[in-house]
């Protein structure tokens, strides 16, 4: 009798780890964490200066008229008078063809862009900041920014350049400037968002090259929220709403996608 006893006992612990497992590989396949994350120093940078600016964010969106950002921008109309900008001729520029049935997938435009370039003057470097904007649409796409290392005191930054280009081309529209819906990051080469969004990808346990969209919102996710908040691309975004919070109408990033397509990083924030 107990033999048979230590034999149902067994058959029982068995059927235990059995469902434990499955249980398991079930939570992996699923992408839920089955392990605690292990966070490299990047990480902790990029999510430190992330809840910086989220937090400068949430107090523009707070009291506009108390925001306290950096002097080089707040006089960006006076900065923007030492750089070249080139203006297309016309809005007639298309996003690049690898995202045209992208912007058509979420119901966006992907023609009328007008497109800008700046560069300081007198300069061979390529052009610094190299967008492209669509007002009617609310859509700013960022094609080829470069950070600008001649050491100069007070440096154009792509928030500001941005908002300038921007909020030129919503009056010519005739739109307001809190119709931005979408601001895109292309082909994205970042020293920080690339290991950034791939650590973020390991800890969810998702297929970086799944070639699917993947949404990272502070609700749901806040510790890769910040983390990618906190990148150069991140960080970018964040100061162009909370440098210019009365004029867009209090906005705040709600989402932010990230995907690889082509082997190529494509990273865009939806505000509102």
Not at 19 to 25: G, Q
Not at 95 to 108: D, R
Not at 220 to 239: D, H, Q, S, W
Request: aromatic share 12%; proline share 4%.
């Amino acid at each position: 009798m107990k033999s048979v006893n230590l034999i149902v006992l067994i058959c029982f612990v068995q059927a235990l780890h059995l469902c434990d497992s499955r249980f398991t590989n079930q939570a992996s396949s699923t992408g839920l964490s089955t392990r605690t994350p292990s966070y490299t120093p990047l990480w902790i940078k990029c999510q430190t200066r992330g809840r910086k600016v989220y937090d400068i964010l949430q107090a523009a969106i707070a009291d506009p008229a108390r925001t306290t950002t950096a002097t080089d921008r707040q006089d960006g109309a006076g900065l923007m008078a030492g750089y070249d900008v080139v203006n297309s001729p016309e809005d007639n520029f298309t996003v690049p063809p690898t995202m045209v049935e992208e912007f058509a997938a979420i119901g966006y435009s992907a023609f009328n862009y007008r497109k800008v370039q700046v560069k300081i003057k007198n300069s061979r470097q390529d052009p610094m900041y190299d967008n492209m904007f669509n007002a009617r649409e609310g859509v700013i796409f960022a094609l080829d920014n470069q950070a600008w290392r001649g050491g100069e005191e007070r440096q154009l930054k792509w928030s500001e350049a941005a908002f300038q280009s921007y909020s030129e081309m919503a009056r010519d529209q005739g739109v307001p400037l809190n119709r931005l819906a979408r601001i895109y990051r292309y082909n994205v080469e970042n020293r920080e968002s690339v290991p950034i969004v791939r650590e973020a990808y390991n800890i969810r346990g998702s297929d970086l090259k799944g070639g699917y969209w993947e949404k990272w919102t502070y609700a749901e996710r806040p510790e890769a929220f910040l983390a990618l908040l906190g990148t150069g691309n991140g960080a970018g975004v964040a100061y162009l709403l909370s440098d210019h919070a009365a004029a867009f109408g209090k906005m705040n990033v709600v989402a932010i996608y990230t995907k690889y397509k082509n082997d190529w990083l494509q990273i865009f924030f939806t505000v509102n």
